[in-house]
């Protein structure tokens, strides 16, 4: 059922995407279930579940044409919710890779699952960080 911290989460196997888990609210209804009982009340759970559209990117990053494309390079993904493209990007190659999401318990879920697929995490550099 949850916390107060953290809403009930799970390790699934990400088959058919190209990840090798994904962690996430079990559904859609758990996580509104949770944060209204919490009081988020104002809160989105349609980071819950994968988006169409995220699944599609992540499948075309697996392609020789969207492995070249981000191979190296600094990949961001933008109401990243589960971060299914931007963890796919890191997987084949990109030299880094920026998770942005307006919710905080997205994103957490989103470095859960890079922990657990073995993709390295780190804090995002900041101006003041000596190179």
Known sequence: PGDALLPPLMEVPAAPLPLKAVVKPPDVDSLWEWQARVGLTDADPSW??????AAALAFHITSKEGKETV???AVAELGAGLGVA????ASVGASSVTLCDRDP?????????????GIQTGPIPSD????
């Open 105 to 117: 318990l997205a994103l957490h879920c989103a470095m859960s699952s890079a922990v657990v697929c």
């Open 86 to 89: 931007g963890l796919t990007a």
């Open 48 to 53: 819950a579940s994968v988006w169409p559209s």
């Open 71 to 73: 191979r190296g390079k």
């Open 128 to 131: 003041n960080d000596d190179d």
